[in-house]
């Protein structure tokens, strides 16, 4: 999740909502890559999710990062919530599901560097206060009341409201983890094909990075329970934006749905305030009941356009958002996956001739079979697996021709980031399906030894 945005003056335009959007293109030499993942924090001796504060807890782990290693801190009301250092940062999910969100970088070699680096230092940290993280795309056995609610004004704002507009939204706060990355975009055509390519081909990444098959203890029937969770969430924000296939779609386009989308709050002084169902067309006129006669800042803008939640969003550059968190070498692989094909023309356009082909109702069963399958889901014809190899193909053949060194040049290109998704192409297997043999074999049932044998 998000953290409040700073600056931007008041919205005396409407066209100053594209054009916040239109200020993210840059030239290619400046595309960069932004790796963000989420992992569930628990205690070593009894596998229980860590609160917020105490020896071992979220708060523990936030102050050994700041202390050991020099990050700053985040508050909010006094709390610390989150830290910051050289362009990355460390936030809290609602369920304290520990979140980096990586500094843009130049290349997947720096990205995984910046991973492990991370998951170094919490390790240090963990191990003195007897923690251990694992990444998984849903919480397999803690239920609801197990996961307390960090402290963050924003998600008790949320818990409330997700109450009222689905049915999973508090499972999606509490007990799942996804990794993600962040892309750029050279123009206002650029956007428009990278996000239909997004669109299209975000099935294959949550088919291909699926983790999570278990919840309350047991299996739960999908491969991607994450992505499950996501189809009962609130309709409003969430799902495939089959507007972004239509003929004139830009960001004017893209600022109509986010109008459209109901409110959660405006940052305040440090505080949230309650807006929540309330509309961002009347804020614009200054009629927002939450506060009456004010007019919304461009930084009100960027928080708003934080609260929606499809499967791919536009901000400044465009979010990949339908990937299980997973082990270390998936973190490392989905930036792979989409930098190969979205960031050299040739793989864009060979991923659109593909993409194309999809229409509307195969992309949404697509996506639903993905959850349900990973890499066995066939959908209007198409076969996840054979779609995954051209689609992992198109990937490699992107990565090759950025042609993007190692340091110091011992490793040529970026391909070996895909070795983990070509290892399940070769195989069938996703992680998904390692978890749930492992369930049914060696186990013996007992869910309680992923804890040991599958976290960092």
Not at 14 to 36: F, N, S
Not at 48 to 56: Q, V
Not at 313 to 328: L, S, T, Y
Request: glycine share 10%; hydrophobic share 40%.
């Amino acid at each position: 999740m998000s953290i409040p945005q700073q600056g931007g003056g008041p919205i005396e335009r409407h066209e100053q909502l594209a054009e916040y959007l239109a200020d993210g293109c840059k030239p290619k030499a400046d595309w960069r890559i932004g790796t963000e993942h989420e992992k569930f924090g628990f205690c070593r001796d009894t596998h229980k999710p860590i609160p917020y504060e105490g020896e071992r807890s979220v708060k523990a782990v936030l102050e050994g990062l700041r202390d050991r290693f020099g990050w700053a801190p985040v508050l909010e009301g006094g709390n610390i919530i989150g830290l910051e250092k050289d362009g990355a940062n460390v936030s809290l999910e609602p369920g304290g599901q520990l979140e980096l969100s990586g500094a843009p970088l130049e290349n997947i070699h720096q990205t995984c560097d910046e991973v492990n680096e991370h998951l170094r230092q919490v390790r240090e940290v963990a191990d003195i206060i007897g923690v251990d993280f694992i990444g998984l795309g849903a919480a397999p056995i803690w239920r609801h009341e197990d996961m307390p609610l960090m402290p963050k004004g924003r998600y008790k704002l949320m818990d409330a409201y997700m109450q009222k507009v689905g049915t999973m939204g508090r499972t999606m706060m509490r007990r799942t983890c996804t990794v993600q990355v962040n892309l750029d975009f050279g123009s206002e055509a650029d956007m428009v094909q990278k996000m239909r390519v997004a669109i299209a081909l975000q099935p294959v990444a949550t088919a291909l990075f699926a983790n999570s098959p278990f919840l309350d203890g047991a299996p739960n029937g999908h491969k991607s329970w994450r992505s499950r969770v996501w189809r009962d969430l609130d309709a409003d924000r969430t799902g495939m934006v089959p507007f972004v296939f239509e003929e004139g779609f830009g960001f004017e386009r893209w600022v109509e749905y986010a109008l459209d989308v109901p409110m959660y709050f405006v940052y305040r002084d440090g505080e949230y305030v309650d807006a929540l169902g309330q509309s961002f067309r009347d804020f614009l006129k200054g009629e927002l009941p939450a506060l009456p006669g004010e007019i919304p800042t461009l930084s009100d803008w960027a928080d708003h356009l934080t609260t929606l939640f499809p499967e791919a969003r536009v901000k400044k550059f465009i979010e990949m958002r339908g990937a299980d968190g997973g082990p270390w070498r998936r973190l490392c692989a989905l930036p792979a996956f989409w930098v190969g094909l979205m960031y050299d023309q040739g793989a864009l356009d060979a991923a659109w001739d593909l993409a194309k082909g999809l229409d509307a109702e195969t992309r949404e069963d697509m996506r639903i079979q993905a959850s349900v399958h990973g890499l066995a889901a066939e959908a209007g014809g198409h076969k996840m697996m054979d779609l995954a190899r051209e689609v992992v193909a198109i990937a490699e053949t992107g990565l090759k021709a950025r042609a993007m060194p190692g340091a110091g040049g011992l490793v040529l290109d970026e391909t070996h980031f895909l070795n983990a998704l070509k290892d399940s192409l070769e195989t069938g297997q996703v992680p998904a399906d390692e978890l749930l043999e492992c369930y049914n074999g060696s186990w013996n049932g007992d869910l309680s030894r992923i804890y040991k044998e599958f976290s960092y």
